[in-house]
């Protein structure tokens, strides 16, 4: 088995090289990683690539919640509310330290989308469907309790509110968990390898020729069977292969804000109305608070999606009219994130109105696409992907025995607690070494990798430990560059970019000794992190 380390990448190169695989994923999100994981832990052998970094596209720039989807309820999607919200569950105990409980709030207001007898039987049919524990289930609140749970809630129009249950999550670390955990059972998995062109044999998928965006190498990639998991990119391999016909891609946009906590002091998260007809999220994480998603049309640049002033101003005039007495600004904002949902188009619907359910294409070349769908739902679409997977292998001579899929059953890295009381405790343990901050921090990220973490340290400034983090995902992780630990191994540039713009420059210097980069190269690594930390905190007019 290949050892999962960035100072391993030539190794890692060579065997992508080298080696016949069963199955090539295109695409290093969530999707791809999990079908990564469910076909190699049955036994197939596995290559992964992602042109970029892994989670750099959708997976990084999600709500960050593994929810059940109540609004779908609405638009009468049943099987897709009891898929994710049952997925929810099946989440949390594989990842606990990752997929955290999140009591959402519902304010029930006058003229708003929930009345109180539709929302109390809508939240009870999601409670079945999701089959939600009793400690978790519904609670109808009248006007008065709503307040004392949320005071900051507009008083002249609040009726009621409903709570429920939800899960918060790091989208991007859940993939590099999932990644991790494909790699233990022998898949290759590498970022930073662009597939520029599929190869054919008697008009049949064989593989890609790829490069290696790093060094500039390029090579070929040999597979019984290719998987495009590219998320925006889907229809753009789908046009290579010539098979972009019938159903299509609807791209559309999703932007979230990022305020400090004591601007928007939520006691608990809120999901709630917007005058448009819309609904917001707002959510508490430590020291700040997190707001969104809009749901535009996108027709620009899947390279480089961008928040622009007036997504900014949407979101705002949202929590203001609903946070009467909030009165956040632009300059409020500390930093934002905007991403692509790759919808399946349906003509006549409006972005907000389309499906989230995912669905397969499969050419007459034999190339595999899927598209579509939910975080939550990442590990049911692997394993619908992996059983057609193998039902054509098998077509194709494949002999060996597989097993079934069972990734329900396969912890993910650092997640070994029986429930939230031994994260809590073994969180407590730790705070003779580390303060309560990072040690929540910490644990919230990697769980019982934590440890591995902390010998690393060689001293105990704040940065001394974000020195030891960084020389943990360099080693274990696949980090390459600057934003690969600050936006995807670490969320900081999201959730706390005043730590970035404090060492970004003292963490370049250490990442070069660690990779021996040229001046050049570090020069390159630091323009690009400042013009992330630009671009997360200044916002445009749309041109």
């Known amino acids: 088995m290949i050892t999962l380390s960035a100072l391993d990448r030539s190794i890692l190169l060579n065997d992508l090289q080298s080696s016949r695989f069963d199955l090539l994923v295109i695409g290093g999100g969530i999707t791809g990683v999990g079908i990564a994981l469910d076909a190699a832990s049955r036994g197939l052998r596995v290559a992964l690539v992602e042109k970029e970094d892994f989670a750099s596209g959708t997976s990084s720039r ?50 708003g989308n929930f009345g109180k007898l539709l929302t109390s039987f809508g939240l009870m049919v999601y409670d079945v469907l999701a089959d939600v524990q009793s400690a978790d289930q519904r609670k109808m609140l009248d006007r008065e309790e709503a307040l004392s749970k949320e005071p900051l809630l507009d008083k002249k129009n609040l009726e009621g509110a409903g709570i429920y249950a939800e899960y918060r999550t790091d989208d991007a670390r859940l993939t590099i968990e999932v990644m991790k955990a494909a790699a233990h059972f022998g898949a290759t998995c590498l970022n930073y390898v662009e597939a520029h062109e ?87 994480r430590g020291k700040i608070t997190y707001i969104g998603t809009t749901d535009t049309d996108y027709f620009g640049d899947k390279e480089h999606v961008l928040t622009n002033r007036e997504d900014v ?76 997977t193998i039902k054509k292998l098998k077509d194709k001579g494949l002999s060996k025995e597989l097993g079934s899929c069972r990734t ?88 706390d970019i005043e730590s970035v713009k404090s060492h970004y420059k003292l963490l370049s210097r250490f990442m ?18 400042e013009q992330a930390i630009y671009e997360a905190s200044h916002f445009d007019p749309v041109k």
């Open 408 to 495: 329900n059953e396969i912890p993910l890295g650092g997640g070994k607690f029986m429930d939230a009381l031994s994260i809590k405790r073994y969180t407590q343990s730790l705070e003779d070494e580390i303060d309560k901050a990072e040690a929540d921090y910490l644990v919230g990220n990697y769980g019982t990798q934590t440890e591995e973490i902390l010998k690393k340290r060689k001293d105990k400034t704040p940065y001394g430990l974000l020195e030891a983090e960084c020389q943990y995902c360099i080693e274990n992780e696949l980090v390459n560059t600057l934003c690969d630990f600050f936006i995807r191994r670490t969320g900081r540039l999201y959730f």
């Open 512 to 529: 070069q000794n660690q990779f021996n980069w040229t001046g050049e190269r570090l020069d390159t690594e630091i323009e690009n992190i």
């Open 198 to 284: 599929l190869t054919y044999h008697n008009n049949r998928v064989t593989g890609v020729k790829a490069s290696d965006k790093l060094n500039g190498d390029r090579f070929e990639i040999s597979a019984d069977l290719v998987v495009s998991a590219t998320g925006p990119w889907v229809d753009e391999i789908r046009k290579k292969d010539h098979s972009l016909e019938g159903k299509r891609l609807h791209l559309t946009k999703g932007v979230h804000i990022v305020v400090d906590h004591e601007k928007l002091p939520v006691k608990q998260a809120v999901y709630f109305d917007v005058p448009d007809g819309r609904m917001i999220f707002a959510i508490p």
């Open 313 to 388: 101003e949407y979101l705002i005039d949202a929590v203001n009219h609903a946070f009467p007495d909030s009165d956040i600004n632009i300059s409020d904002v500390r930093s934002s994130w905007a991403g692509l949902r790759p919808l399946i188009h349906e003509e006549g619907k409006s972005a907000s109105e389309l499906s989230r359910k995912d669905e397969i294409f499969v050419s007459d070349t034999g190339l595999i696409s899927i598209a579509g769908g939910k975080l939550t739902g990442y590990r049911k679409m692997a394993e619908r992907v992996t059983d057609l």
């Open 62 to 111: 999600s709500t960050k919640l593994i929810h059940g989807g109540l609004r779908y309820l609405k638009q009468f999607e049943i099987a897709l509310v009891r898929e994710v919200g049952r997925e929810r569950a099946t989440l949390h105990r594989l990842a606990p330290h990752l997929v955290t409980a999140e009591k959402m709030l519902l304010p029930l207001i006058k003229g």
